[in-house]
Nanobody, 115 residues
Framework: QVQLVESGGGLVQAGGSLRLSCTAS????????MAWYRQAPGKQRELVGV???????NYADSVKGRFTISRDNAKNTVYLQMSSLETADTAVYYC?????????WGQGTQVTVSS
């Protein structure tokens, strides 16, 4: 059974930083692409960025230069380091992977950026 568990969300002031973590179980973590998504109130879920099994990354234009995705395969964990946070970054953040054709999501972690 694949499980993804996010942590690290919270309340932060604009301009601040936060690091989210997502720990996976039930898959051979090192083999899989991992992604971070977010969903703001009243908006559709959007892709924040992805990291491949070999560590290549790609980001949405809205977070390029501010967010960094990394992974620690020994800990089955993917990270989202967020810096220079803006109020527009307020959302529930989810990690995601696809395993045997099925997409899996974590429960999400709330990030609130205050002005």
């Amino acid at each position: 059974q694949v499980q993804l568990v996010e942590s690290g969300g919270g309340l932060v002031q604009a301009g601040g930083s936060l690091r989210l973590s997502c720990t996976a179980s039930g898959i051979l973590f090192s083999m899989y692409v991992m992604a971070w998504y977010r969903q703001a109130p009243g908006k559709q879920r959007e892709l924040v960025g992805v990291i491949t099994n070999i560590g290549s990354t790609n980001y949405a234009d809205s977070v390029k230069g501010r967010f960094t995705i990394s992974r620690d395969n020994a800990k089955n964990t993917v990270y989202l380091q967020m810096s220079s946070l803006e109020t527009a970054d307020t959302a529930v953040y989810y990690c995601n992977t696809a395993y045997k054709g099925v997409r899996y999501w974590g429960q999400g972690t709330q990030v609130t950026v205050s002005s």
